[in-house]
């Protein structure tokens, strides 16, 4: 199993769902709407209201080397994913500081208010 970090451009949302439910993946539909979590986005103090969307999408988890070389493949030719291995037990923090460094990144960056 490898462990991995996936990132992904707000706008290409759809799209990596779509690439989920296709194979080697064949995540359902229902399942794949789920597979990404916001990285950066600016909610109200009660957490009900978004103030800021997300420019940024991740997901990480264990994957098995055919998923994530077909993973590794595909963000290879987009220019809106990335997928980086880590160690959990060596780089705990790596999810952390690799959003952080993304979003520091103009193409990646919440619009300042």
Do not use: C
Not at 11 to 34: S, W
Not at 58 to 79: I, K, N, P, R
């Amino acid at each position: 199993m490898i462990r991995a970090l996936i990132t992904l451009k707000a706008a290409n949302l759809n799209d990596a769902i779509a690439l989920a439910q296709q194979a080697p993946f064949h995540v359902p539909a229902e399942k794949a709407v789920d597979l990404f979590v916001p990285a950066n986005e600016e909610r109200s103090e009660d957490g009900l209201t978004v103030i800021t969307p997300a420019t940024l999408f991740w997901a990480s988890g264990e994957f098995t080397e055919e998923h994530y070389a077909a993973m590794s493949t595909q963000a290879a030719g987009l220019d809106w994913a990335s997928v980086d291995t880590y160690n959990l037990l060596t780089q705990p923090d790596f999810p952390r500081t690799k959003l952080a460094e993304l979003e520091g990144q103009t193409l990646f960056a919440a619009p300042k208010r």
